[in-house]
């Protein structure tokens, strides 16, 4: 199976502020790689595939990118209502796999 | 909007079996893949497998393999997870999600499944 590793854990931040999550996975997965935002008691909702597509309807302040090994989820000008966690999962092969998630506090 | 509408709480005895029912509309049951996760609170979402309604096709999660079996029913376009021989440690939050260009979509709400001993 491909091992999911997200970083930081959890993270505090003021509104305004750029955060960046990092996702890395155990072998190359290429660009299947997809972001999730979860709030508690929802289900979690897409923010990105690809890697660097972004969903209908997800603020212009999200964004997904590709460095490396390393995949980067950015919120540009952090706002109230991204206090989250965060997910990253591939689809590059069965069984997907997620992240452990990111935390997102304000 | 897509509409992936799950069945209510479900309290289960151990060594017991559970069926959820994820209700899609005729174009996510006919056009795309329909996977199941489940998550505890605090961890992340854990795949469990997938099933093409239109083939009955079906893939699993090898953790889960001998454990689950998923159905779709055409006449109503639902999806089902049976899952059997029901451990505490299957208490968690059962998912259903369509799988749309490599990714989740659309999400049910959620069931939530209590084994109890």
């Known amino acids: 199976d491909i091992q999911m590793t997200q970083s930081p854990s959890s993270l505090s931040a003021s509104v305004g502020d750029k955060v960046t999550i990092t996702c890395r996975a155990s072998q190359n997965i290429r660009s299947w790689l997809n972001w999730y935002q979860q709030k508690p008691g929802q289900a979690p909702n897409l923010l990105i595939n690809?890697?660097?597509r972004l969903q209908g309807g997800v603020p212009l302040r999200f964004s997904g990118s590709i460095s490396g090994a390393n995949f980067t989820l950015t919120i540009n000008s952090l706002q109230p209502e991204d206090v989250a966690t965060y997910y990253c999962q591939q689809s590059n092969d069965t069984p997907f796999t997620f992240g452990p998630g990111t935390k997102v506090d304000i | 909007q897509v509409q992936m509408e799950q069945s209510g709480a479900e309290v289960r005895k151990s060594g017991s079996s559970v069926k959820i029912s994820c209700k899609t509309s005729g174009k996510t049951f006919y056009d795309h893949a329909v996977s199941w996760m489940r998550q505890t609170p605090g961890q992340r979402p854990e795949w469990m497998g997938r099933i093409i309604p239109l083939h009955g096709k079906t893939d699993y999660a090898q953790k889960f393999k001998n454990r689950v079996t998923l159905i779709a029913d055409t006449s109503t376009t639902t999806v089902y997870l049976d899952l059997s021989s029901l451990t505490s440690d299957d208490t968690a939050f059962y998912y259903c999600a369509r799988e749309a260009s490599a990714s989740f979509d659309s999400w049910g709400q959620g069931t939530l499944v209590i084994v109890s001993s």
């Open positions: 690809g890697a660097s």
